[in-house]
Structure formats: structure tokens, C-alpha cells
């Protein structure tokens, strides 16, 4: 088995690293990689993740099996369309279904249109009528981007001045929704689908803020646990009955069915679990802590993906926790800078801590380099939140370069009820 990874994140670093461990891989490639995943595979770099022909081009060279798709860019412009076409297997959703996470327009009618549980919205085109209607408003709302915004294109605010500031830029050259401000707190689910069957992964939970206590500007993700601690069988199920099984439901009645990933974000309210939105990939940084907790064979998960034998596949996951720690470059989630030399950083064993790279590149001399805001994910693993957390946050200490910074609060809001 061949593997072409697409991207260059620590989610793509996190996927190279299990399929490393897989006994059935033969050749392993990343387009376009960082210095993390060239330790591990054949990085491309000059194979753009969005240029299909590029991608087809390298497929053929390396006699590549199947393409695991990483970031959400090349799906939305319909990479797995352009590979299906070339006869190349592709983990990934088609460019229709890849409007489930591409467009929050079109995910909200889904939902809607399938009864699944979700906050009320309201779409703008017009800037006097969604000014007019911020103005009417009383207390905290959300507004969300319609298309791609790399977890940017939402802010959740009570101020009239800042929320229409904030739409006006949006609805320079884009879409948007106004969203009711939903009570509670979120967790990720992540979903391994091969288009007729589903298999659920463990729940995890990321941090968007930008400071502690979950303040500051909306990120990517600064950190993420997985499992989350009182996400129980009972509260599972809920979330299954509710908003899972009529998801996948509904998918193959569109005709939006695929063999990959499908991510739930849910909002945990008084009134039972509300769907927030849907990714079509794994989370960044969820994949970091949710991946390592995968027992399977991932070149087994891949082949049952794509055979569509999910059914008699049961992937095996680990009793441990995981949570990670992001360390960002100074200035971000704003502007920042890139190509910062990064001190030699420390090997730690794996069954208690991981460094997955994002964007990083390596110089002539192996030096590393910093190469985007989120440029490391330091991950701990051990029988719990707690112990894990001690450990990715002792990861951390060893990832140094100018100007940077993390959360230092990462799972702190779960730990009083971790067992």
C-alpha cells in the first residue's frame, strides 16, 4: 500500500504518523509536508494540494494505492472528483458533499431540512438589511462566514458595533449567517464513514479562544482533550438517536454519501446536544489527540473505508487520554511571523508524549523553521486528562522559538470531572 498524504498541518503530521505504524505501507508521501512528516515519508513539496493535475501527475509516479485528503481547501475545490475521474482511490468527500463544511448556508438547510436539532438562523446578502437587523437585537448572537474561513469566519458578540463591523467585512465577497447564541459546552465528533456505514471515534473537545479561560479572538484551535470526561454512553446515544444516525440518513437520501471523515460539532445545552456545524475531514487540532488513541491498524481503517466494509470493522481504541497543547507564532491569530529558527527539540517516548509540526520546513543545515501561526501541537498521553495534560504541557517546555506562546489552561474546564 502507497499513501499520498494532502497538506501540511499538524492534523496531516498526526495521519503520516499512524500510517507509518501500519504494517501494510510500502510508500508513504506527503504534498506538500512539513519537517515533521519528512521524518516519516517522502515530502513533495512542489505538489500544491489543490492542483489536481499536480496531484494525478504524482499519484502516477509513485504508483500511489489511495489518497488520504487532509485540509479542507483541496476537498471543497473537488480534489476527490478529479482523482475518482483518474481512477485513483481518495479518502475524502466528493465537491457536493464537501458543501456540508464549504458552505454554512448550505449545511443549516441540511440540517433543517433533515430535522436534526440546531440553532435558528438567518442568511444576508445585504448590508442595510443585516445592519438593520443587528440593531434590533438584544444580547449575544454568532455570525458565521458562509464559505471557508480556517476557524476565523465566526464571532459571537453582543456589541451592535462590532458584530456589524465584523458582518460588513464578510459581506464584502461572501455570504452570511446570523445564529442564535446557544448555552452550553461544545465537543467534537468524529466519524469514519465509508459511505453506506459509520463507525464513531472517541468524543474530544478543542479550545478556539485565543487566551485562558477561553477569552480573546476565535482561532483554529489552541489545544484539544480527547475522550472528554462526562461524555457518557447515556449522553452518546442522545447525540447518536438525535443528530448522527439522521445525519447519514439524510446524506444518502442527497446523495451526498463518501467514504472518509465526518466531524460533529455540538453545542451541549439544557435542551440536549444542538449541531453547530459539520467538517468533512478531521479536526486540527482534534486529529492530534484523537489519532494517537487509534489501536488499528490505519492502512486496515483506509481499506475498510474505501471497500465499504465499515460494517464488520470495528476499529480498536485505546483506554488512555490524550490532550494537546498548541504552540503559536507571536501575533497570532493576527499577523505573524514565519521562518523563525526553532531550537533542536527534545525526542520524548511516544507512549507518553508526541510533537506533531505544522508547516514547518527544514533548511540545507536541518534546521528547522516555523512556516504558519499554529506551529506545533505537543501532545500528552496517559490514564487520564490529568496525567496527559502534565505531559503535554512538560512537551512543551521543550519546543522553544522567538515570540512563542500557548494556552496554559488546555482540559482545566473538564478536570473536575475527570475520573
Not at 120 to 135: C, G, L, N, Q, S
Not at 183 to 196: H, M, Q, R
Not at 277 to 291: M, S, T
Request: proline share 6%.
Amino acid at each position: 500500500m502507497k499513501v499520498l498524504i494532502l497538506g501540511s498541518g499538524a492534523r496531516e503530521h498526526a495521519v503520516t504518523w499512524k500510517y507509518s505504524k501500519s504494517k501494510r505501507i510500502t510508500g508513504l508521501y506527503i504534498a506538500p509536508g512539513n519537517a515533521g512528516t519528512g521524518e516519516l515519508g517522502v515530502n513533495l513539496p512542489d505538489v500544491d494540494p489543490e492542483n489536481s493535475e499536480q496531484v494525478i501527475e504524482a499519484c502516477r509516479k509513485y504508483d500511489i494505492s489511495h489518497v488520504f485528503v487532509g485540509p479542507e481547501a483541496p476537498l471543497a475545490a473537488g480534489i476527490v472528483d478529479e482523482l475518482k475521474k483518474a481512477g485513483i482511490p481518495a479518502i475524502g468527500p466528493h465537491k457536493s458533499a464537501a458543501r456540508l463544511e464549504g458552505s454554512k448556508v448550505f449545511s443549516k438547510n441540511f440540517m433543517k431540512s433533515h430535522n436534526i436539532p440546531t440553532a435558528d438562523a438567518v442568511e444576508f446578502k445585504d448590508t442595510v438589511k443585516f445592519e438593520t437587523y443587528i440593531r434590533g437585537l438584544t444580547g449575544p448572537v454568532v455570525i458565521k462566514k458562509d464559505g471557508l474561513a480556517a476557524g476565523k469566519g465566526v464571532l459571537v458578540s453582543s456589541d451592535p458595533e462590532e458584530l456589524i463591523a465584523f458582518g460588513k467585512d464578510i459581506l464584502k465577497d461572501d455570504t452570511l449567517l446570523v445564529e442564535s447564541c446557544l448555552e452550553g459546552y461544545e465537543v467534537s465528533i468524529f466519524a469514519l464513514t465509508d459511505g453506506k456505514n459509520y463507525k464513531l471515534l472517541p468524543v474530544c473537545a478543542d479550545f478556539k479562544r485565543a487566551g485562558d479561560g477561553d477569552t480573546g479572538l476565535n482561532t483554529g484551535g489552541m489545544g484539544a482533550i480527547c475522550p472528554v470526561p462526562f461524555v457518557n454512553t447515556a449522553i452518546l446515544n442522545e447525540i447518536e438517536e438525535k443528530a448522527i444516525k439522521p445525519t447519514f440518513k439524510g446524506m444518502e437520501k442527497d446523495k451526498l454519501s463518501y467514504s472518509g471523515i465526518l466531524y460533529f460539532g455540538f453545542m451541549m445545552t439544557d435542551e440536549g446536544p444542538m449541531l453547530l456545524e459539520y467538517n468533512v475531514r478531521f479536526g486540527d487540532p482534534e486529529a492530534q489527540v484523537l489519532i494517537p488513541l487509534i489501536d488499528s491498524d490505519f492502512g486496515n481503517i483506509a481499506d475498510a473505508m474505501l471497500n465499504s466494509n465499515l460494517d464488520e470493522y470495528n476499529p480498536r481504541v485505546s483506554n488512555n487520554s490524550a490532550l494537546g497543547v498548541v504552540v503559536a507564532a507571536e501575533g497570532y491569530p493576527g499577523s505573524y511571523e514565519k521562518g523563525i529558527p526553532v531550537s533542536p527539540i527534545p525526542v520524548y517516548p511516544e507512549k507518553d508524549a508526541l510533537i506533531f509540526h505544522s508547516s514547518t520546513s527544514e533548511d540545507e543545515y536541518g534546521k528547522v523553521h516555523t512556516g504558519g501561526g499554529r506551529c506545533f501541537t505537543c501532545v500528552g498521553i496517559g490514564p487520564n486528562s490529568l496525567k496527559a495534560n502534565a505531559r503535554a504541557y512538560e512537551a512543551v517546555k521543550g519546543v522553544k522559538f522567538k515570540g512563542a506562546w500557548h494556552r496554559n489552561d488546555i482540559g482545566k474546564k473538564f478536570f473536575t470531572n475527570d475520573q
